[in-house]
Each structure stands twice: as C-alpha cells, then as structure tokens.
C-alpha cells in the first residue's frame, strides 16, 4: 500500500516538473523577474504597475511617444494588459502619422500592439474613455493602423495635407 502511494506521488511529481520545463521553454524568459511575472499571469494575479501607467500617459500627453513606449513596457512587461497596449498601439499611430506619408514601420508595430490587445480584451469590445484621443475603441485604432500601412492612390491626393490626427 506504502508503495502504491509512493509511486504515485513520484508520478504527479514527474508530471508537475515536466510541465514546468514546457512552460518555460514555452514563456521562453530571460531572468527569474519574467519567470514570476509570467507565473502571475499563469495563476491570474497579473497586475500592471500603475505608476509606470500613469507616468507613461504624462509623457504621452506631452507627445514623447518613445518614452511613453518605454514607461508602459516596464508597466506591463507581460503585455497582458488590453489597456496598455491600446495605448502603445495609440503612441505608435500618434507618432508615424503624417501630414503628407506615414512611417510604415510605426504603424506595423501598432497593429502588432493593438491585434495584442483586442486579443487580451475580456467582454466585449475594448473601449478606452479618454477626452485626449481621437479613437475609443480598438476597431477604430486598427483600422487606421491598417489603412495607414496600406499603399493607394490616395497616398497622393494634395488634400491630404488638410486633414487631422485623431
């Protein structure tokens, strides 16, 4: 009976292990901080830190857009937040948008940015209520990072110079 149990904690032990090796090899971190940051995630208690949030949303505000970049990476460095990377979708749009081209590169990782963050949504559609932005919603923001990385013939309409950044 001993041996019974002793094999059979020797198996969940074994298994619980070489789940462990997966997720790593999976996660792929780089230092002990990211392996606990992506076991918060794993167990739900994934949090952004708020102060780097609202840090970054200054220098936003004051369209420093890189900086804001790098303030809510080290806010969500798990990128497991929506409102986040609405955000650094949005400091990307903000900053490769242009009267006459846009900065392609810019607005391709902006996709990147908001495809993850319409993919971290819970219920419903991702909306952010911000009086300083021109776009809400991650539908909105995609579509202009979309339209902006495409090439038309309207790329060379001379009214384009008139119109906004949202």
Known sequence: MQSKIIQLAGLVITIAYAAFIVWIYATEPRTFKEVATGAEVAAGTYQINQENFNSALELFRREQFRAAR????????????????????????????????????????GVEAINRA????????????DSNLGMHTAAELKTELEQGTERTWSDVNPLKVLRTRK
């Open 118 to 129: 319409i993919t971290l949504q819970s219920a419903g559609p991702l909306t952010v209520a």
């Open 70 to 109: 790098d303030e809510w990476q080290r806010a969500d460095p798990a990128q497991g937040d929506a409102r986040t990377q609405f955000y650094i979708a949005y400091s990307y749009y903000r900053e490769g948008w242009g009267r006459v081209y846009h900065d392609q590169e810019l607005f391709k990782q």
